[in-house]
């Protein structure tokens, strides 16, 4: 079992940055991708980057590309997002996950663990 914690959040002018963490315990060995999601109010939660541990790939939805980057400390088992130029549009809970799968890294249902979510909120 993987616990997950997150820190960060709160709110930030558009334009601003936040940065947000998730610190993995318990059978963080068995961890092959870490990601990012987000669920704004009324919508489904969706993919906003990933980090596979093996072999240090990541990848990030379109609409985040060039503004998030995701990384990670192996030592303190905490993976990270550097949220830049944030938008009104980027307002919503953001959840970590963990997967032991090697199935798509952006498919939600891919996840069996969460994080208990940060609300972030962009005003203009």
């Known amino acids: 079992q993987v616990t997950l914690v997150e820190y960060g959040g709160g709110s930030v002018q558009a334009g601003g940055s936040l940065r947000l963490s998730c610190a993995a315990s318990g059978r963080t060995s068995s961890i092959y991708t870490m990601g990012w999601f987000l669920q704004a109010p009324g919508k489904e939660r969706e993919f906003v980057a990933a980090d596979r541990w093996s072999g240090s790939v990541t990848y990030y939805a379109d609409s985040v590309k060039g503004r998030f980057t995701i990384s990670r400390d192996n030592a303190k088992n905490t993976v990270y997002l550097q949220m830049n130029s944030l938008k009104p549009e980027d307002t919503a809970v953001y959840y970590c996950?963990?997967?032991?799968?090697?199935?798509?890294?952006?498919?939600?249902?891919?996840?069996?663990?969460w994080g208990q979510g940060t609300q972030v909120t962009v005003s203009s």
């Open positions: 996950a963990g997967t032991p799968y090697r199935s798509s890294y952006s498919n939600k249902n891919t996840y069996d663990y």
